[in-house]
C-alpha cells in the first residue's frame, strides 16, 4: 500500500473538512451559490493553515463536471486531476521560484486560450509577495482586464510585501493560526484514524510547538509516532523537538525569584551538563516571558494551550512585576538572541543574560515589593484600582508608584483609605502612602512580539 505522509493523507478535500477557517469557507461557498466569482483571491495568513488546500477545493467547486458547486464531487476526471495537480485548466506555479516577469508574460500569453476541460483557467500563484516588481506589473495588467473565464488565486505567507494595486483587485481572505485547542481536537481525529494513543499533555505540548500551523502538528505528530511506542507521553514529544520542558522553565525562575547569584549558576550549570542546547533554553525563556505577560493580561488558558498549574506559576511571576518591568526584560532577551546564537561560549552568553534578569528579580526582594496577587486576596475592588502600579514598602511608608495615565492619581486618591485598610491587612502595621508617578517609555520592539503573538487570535483580543 502506498504510504502517505499524514499532512498530505488528510489534506481535505472538501470544504466541510477544512477546519479553523470558518469565516474563509462561509463567504466561498455563498459566492459559489449567489454565482458571484470574483476574478482574483488573496489567501493570506501564515504558514501550514490551509491556503493552498482551500484554494485546490475552490477550484475544483468552480470545475467539477457536476456543474459549479459547494460540494465538488471528488470522483469526476476534472475533480481528480485537480487533487493530482495535473489538471491542464488549474494551474499552480510557485511564486517563489517563478518570480520574473517571462514567467509572468508565458502565463498571460496562456490565459488567453480558452480552459480546455473546465469552466475557468484557475491560477494558483502560491508565495505571491515573492515576485519582481515587474513580474507584480505584468500581473497588474492581466488583473486589470482577464478574459472572462480566468481566476486568479494568490497564496502569501507576507501579504504586506503585496503591492497595495494588485490587493485592491482581490478579494482578500485572511487564514488564522489554528488555537491550541482546535489542534488538540484536530490531532485526536487522526489519531483515532490511524490507531495511535497520546496521552493529553502530549496532544498539547505537540500544539504548542505548531504555532498555529495544522501542517505542523501533523508532521511533527507523524514523527513522534515513528519512534515512540503507545501511549505517546509528552516526554517523547520533548524528546524529539528537543524542548526545554516547562518543569525546567519555573526551576530557574524558582532560582531566580530566591534571587541567589552562586545557586543562578549552578542551576545554568547543571543544565548544560544535562545536555541542554543554550539556544533552545533561551527560547523557552522568552517564550515563557510571553506567555507571563499574556497571562497577566487576561489571554485565557485556553489560547496559550497551558494547564491549570503553569497558569498560576505564570500568574505568580506575572504579579510580581509590572506590565512594564516584563517588557523591560524581553528586551533585554530579544537583545541577547543574536550572541547566543552566533557566540562560540553560548553558556556564557546565557549566564551573563540570567544575571541582568536576576536583578530585577532581586530588587523585587530587597524592596519590599507586595504584589497584586496578595493584594487581590484581600480586595479584588482595591486590586482593580492598584493595578499597573508597584508598589513597594521602605520602614512603614509604601511607594505606590502609578502610570501616568490621566485621571490615575485622582482615582487613587479617592481610594486611599481603602487602599491604606488592604495594606496594613498584608502587613500587619500601621503604613503611610504616598503616590509617585513612574516615568513611562515607548517599547517598539515588544509591542511587535505582542502584535505577533495575538495573530490569529483576533476574537480573543
Ligand atoms: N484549515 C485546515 N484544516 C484542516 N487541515 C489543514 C488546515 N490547514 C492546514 N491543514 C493541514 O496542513 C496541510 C498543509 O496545508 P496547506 O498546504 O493548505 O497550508 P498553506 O496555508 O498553503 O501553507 P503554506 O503557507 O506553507 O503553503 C494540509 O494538507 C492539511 O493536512
Ligand atoms: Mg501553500
Ligand atoms: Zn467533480
Do not use: W
Not at 340 to 361: D, N, V
Amino acid at each position: 500500500m502506498e504510504r502517505k505522509v499524514f499532512s498530505l493523507k488528510y489534506r481535505p478535500k472538501t470544504f466541510d473538512e477544512i477546519c479553523v477557517q470558518e469565516v474563509v469557507v462561509r463567504t466561498l461557498k455563498n459566492a459559489i451559490l449567489n454565482n458571484k466569482i470574483h476574478n482574483a483571491y488573496l489567501f493570506s495568513g501564515p504558514r501550514g493553515t490551509g491556503k493552498t488546500t482551500t484554494a485546490r477545493i475552490f477550484a475544483k467547486a468552480l470545475n467539477c463536471e457536476k456543474g459549479m458547486t459547494i460540494n465538488p464531487c471528488n470522483q469526476c476526471e476534472i475533480c481528480k486531476e485537480i487533487d493530482n495537480s495535473n489538471s491542464l485548466d488549474v494551474i499552480e506555479i510557485d511564486g517563489a521560484s517563478n518570480r520574473g516577469i517571462d514567467e509572468i508574460r508565458e502565463l498571460r500569453e496562456k490565459a488567453r486560450f480558452n480552459p480546455i476541460k473546465g469552466r475557468f483557467k484557475v491560477y494558483i500563484i502560491d508565495e505571491v509577495h515573492m515576485l519582481t516588481t515587474e513580474a507584480f506589473n505584468a500581473l497588474l495588467k492581466i488583473l486589470e482586464e482577464p478574459p472572462p473565464y480566468v481566476k486568479f488565486i494568490f497564496a502569501t505567507t507576507n501579504p504586506s510585501k503585496v503591492p497595495k494595486t494588485i490587493i485592491s483587485r482581490c478579494q482578500r481572505f485572511d487564514f488564522r493560526k489554528a488555537t491550541c485547542e482546535e489542534i488538540v481536537s484536530r490531532l485526536k481525529e487522526i489519531a483515532k484514524k490511524e490507531d495511535l494513543i497520546l496521552e493529553e499533555d502530549a496532544y498539547y505540548q505537540i500544539a504548542k510547538r505548531a504555532d498555529g500551523a495544522i501542517r505542523d502538528a501533523e508532521v511533527i505528530l507523524e514523527q513522534v509516532s515513528v519512534f515512540a511506542s503507545l501511549p505517546i507521553k509528552s516526554e517523547d514529544v520533548e524528546k524529539l523537538l528537543g524542548v526545554v520542558p516547562e518543569r525546567i522553565i519555573f526551576e530557574y525562575f524558582s532560582e531566580l525569584k530566591k534571587g541567589d547569584i552562586k545557586e543562578v549558576l549552578k542551576f545554568l550549570v547543571r543544565i548544560e551538563q544535562e545536555g541542554r542546547d543554550p539556544f533552545e533554553f533561551y527560547k523557552s525563556i522568552l517564550q515563557s516571558f510571553r506567555t507571563i505577560l499574556l497571562v497577566k493580561n487576561g489571554l485565557p488558558k485556553k489560547a496559550l494551550g497551558i494547564t491549570e498549574e503553569e497558569y498560576q506559576e505564570f500568574n505568580e511571576i506575572g504579579n510580581l512585576f509590572s506590565d512594564q518591568e516584563i517588557y523591560e526584560m524581553m528586551n533585554i532577551l530579544i537583545n541577547y538572541e543574536r550572541l547566543l546564537k552566533y557566540t562560540s561560549f553560548p553558556e556564557i552568553a546565557l549566564e551573563s543574560l540570567s544575571l541582568s534578569l536576576l536583578k530585577y528579580f532581586r530588587l523585587k526582594k530587597e524592596m519590599g515589593i507586595i504584589s497584586l496577587g496578595k493584594i487581590y486576596s484581600v480586595s479584588p475592588k482595591i486590586a482593580g484600582i492598584l493595578e499597573d502600579t508597584i508598589i513597594k514598602e521602605v520602614d512603614n511608608i509604601v511607594n505606590i508608584y502609578y502610570q501616568p495615565i490621566k485621571g490615575k492619581l485622582i482615582i487613587l486618591q479617592e481610594h486611599e483609605e481603602e487602599i491604606r485598610e488592604v495594606l496594613k491587612k498584608i502587613l500587619n502595621k500601621e503604613i503611610k502612602i504616598k503616590f509617585i508617578q513612574r516615568e513611562m517609555k515607548e517599547e517598539k520592539k515588544i509591542s511587535e512580539i505582542f502584535d505577533k503573538t495575538f495573530e490569529g487570535f483576533e476574537e480573543l483580543k
